[in-house]
């Protein structure tokens, strides 16, 4: 079937402009996750939804960066006047339930690099 | 608050020998491991995962990891290297409500 799909895979910006980046997660997944993933920084928790429950935003850096999931299936994060530190990999991840063991699913992940 | 730290930003070693990446962690709760791989431009993918079950896990492409609760610790292991090992490695620890928590990652060489 078919695994946990983003877009853009690449993404050239201008400092001060709005990006948004999609994730489409494994059909039936509830949980979907936001990491960004920095060089030598590993993987940076942003933001978490699960179900219709209130997304997790513990991770989101400032209040330049959101996230929204409609209809419980695609999510899309944005980012608002992008700075070059925003340059990054963002992925996306997804996973059956909240359970604590659950296996997330990554996607490819989209390479945001700010000018 | 859990953490966890890898040893060693970058481990070589040749085709045929022993592979050992460190991972270190810190939890207020018996916690959840797991190592991811990443191989070059691809997603993470799930190399194995300890749940409280066995402490010696198995994995897939012929890795394994021990928990030891005395050393916090969940090395991930594999007798013998291969050429397609060559990726980066995370592990990651889950306690509690909190989200995964993710070391900084060790790339792996191996050298033919």
């Known amino acids: 079937g078919a695994g946990v799909s983003q877009s853009p895979s690449n993404k050239v910006t201008e400092k001060g402009k709005d990006v948004e980046l999609r994730c489409d997660p494994i059909s039936g997944h509830t949980a979907l996750y936001w990491y960004r993933q920095s060089l030598g920084q590993g993987l940076e928790f942003l933001i978490y939804?699960?179900?219709?429950?209130?997304?997790?935003k513990s991770g989101l850096p400032s209040d330049r960066f959101s996230a929204e999931r409609t209809g419980g299936s695609v999510s899309t994060l944005t980012i608002q006047r992008t700075q070059q530190e925003d340059s990054a990999v963002y992925l996306c991840a997804s996973s059956p339930d909240r359970g604590r063991t659950d296996t997330q699913y990554f996607g490819p992940g989209t390479r945001l690099t700010v000018l | 608050a859990q953490s966890v730290t890898q040893l060693g930003s970058h481990v070589s070693v040749s085709e045929g020998a022993l592979v050992l990446l460190r991972c270190n962690y810190s939890?207020?709760?018996?916690?959840?491991l797991f190592w991811y791989v990443q191989y070059p431009n691809q997603g993470l993918q799930l190399l194995l995962k300890?749940?409280?079950?066995?402490?010696l896990v198995k994995g897939i492409n012929g890795f394994e990891a021990e928990f030891k609760k005395s050393e916090t610790s969940f090395h991930l292991t594999k007798p013998s290297a291969h050429m397609s090992d060559a990726a980066e490695y995370f592990c990651a620890v889950e306690s509690g409500n909190t989200p995964l928590v993710f070391g900084k990652g060790t790339r792996l060489s191996v050298i033919a």
């Open positions: 939890s207020s709760v018996p916690p959840y």
């Open positions: 300890y749940t409280s079950a066995a402490t």
């Open positions: 939804f699960q179900g219709n429950s209130a997304p997790d």
